[in-house]
């Protein structure tokens, strides 16, 4: 079976300060693995995604990901936060196969970001 | 705006009782996914529908089902509701092709079983 575990429920920032959003996986095949973000009463939106391609993923608004295979990690970072950033953060497991569109979520990481 | 519309946004509902929730799919996608969100939990998976054909399926009772129409518009049918299926109900459309994994979800359904 493959999981996703976000090491952190609640990450609170300053204005101006990096962000680190922790996220590990479990899977028995080279995984793609995505991040999703859920700003109040909206719904998810794809900030970045890792395919097999290059490890250091951009994504949207200045995310960017990497995957280390050999720490199992897919941890997201912003150099500098933004008041805009403030929301819920998802990292997502995509099963492949027939099963595409299958996302596995992890609990999730809410980032508040302070003046 | 990613295209991909549910109803109602709200609804309330009595133990026991049955619901429809609808979601209309992204223009030109042929796979439908419907989630579970409880409270301070990340989306579960209840199933997916592909060219109006059950295509893999979560840990969920019978009761929840589920259809796809020809222009993949779809519904979550959940009976016998229980107070734990107070949640938010996401749809997610996606055109199934190998190598494309992404999925367009809608704002969501807040069902609170009373």
């Known amino acids: 079976a493959q999981s996703v575990t976000q090491l952190d429920s609640h990450v609170s920032v300053s204005e101006g300060t990096p962000v680190l959003l922790r996220c590990n996986y479990s899977s028995s095949y080279s995984p793609s693995l995505f991040w999703y973000v859920q700003h109040p009463n909206k719904g998810l939106q794809l900030l970045l995604k890792y395919t097999s391609a290059a490890t250091l993923v951009k994504g949207i608004n200045g995310f960017e990901a990497e995957f280390k295979k050999s720490e199992t990690s897919f941890h997201l970072t912003k150099p500098s936060a933004h008041m805009s950033d403030a929301a819920e953060y998802f990292c997502?497991?995509?099963?492949?196969?027939?099963?595409?569109?299958?996302?596995?979520f992890g609990q999730g990481t809410i980032l508040t970001v302070h003046p | 705006e990613t295209g991909v519309t549910q109803s109602p946004t709200h609804l309330i509902k009595t133990r026991g009782q049955q619901v429809t929730l609808r979601c209309s799919s992204q223009s030109g996608h042929n796979t439908v996914s419907w989630y579970q969100q409880a409270l301070g939990q990340g989306p579960q998976f209840i199933f997916q529908y592909y060219r109006e054909e059950e295509n893999g399926r979560g840990n969920f009772p019978p009761r929840f089902s589920g259809l796809q129409f020809p222009n993949y518009s779809s519904e979550l049918n959940v009976n016998a509701l229980e107070l734990d299926d107070s949640a938010l109900y996401l749809c997610a459309s996606s055109f199934l092709a190998r190598g494309n994994t992404e999925a367009f979800f809608g704002q969501g359904t807040r069902l609170t079983v009373v």
């Open positions: 997502v497991l995509p099963a492949g196969g027939t099963s595409y569109g299958k996302l596995t």
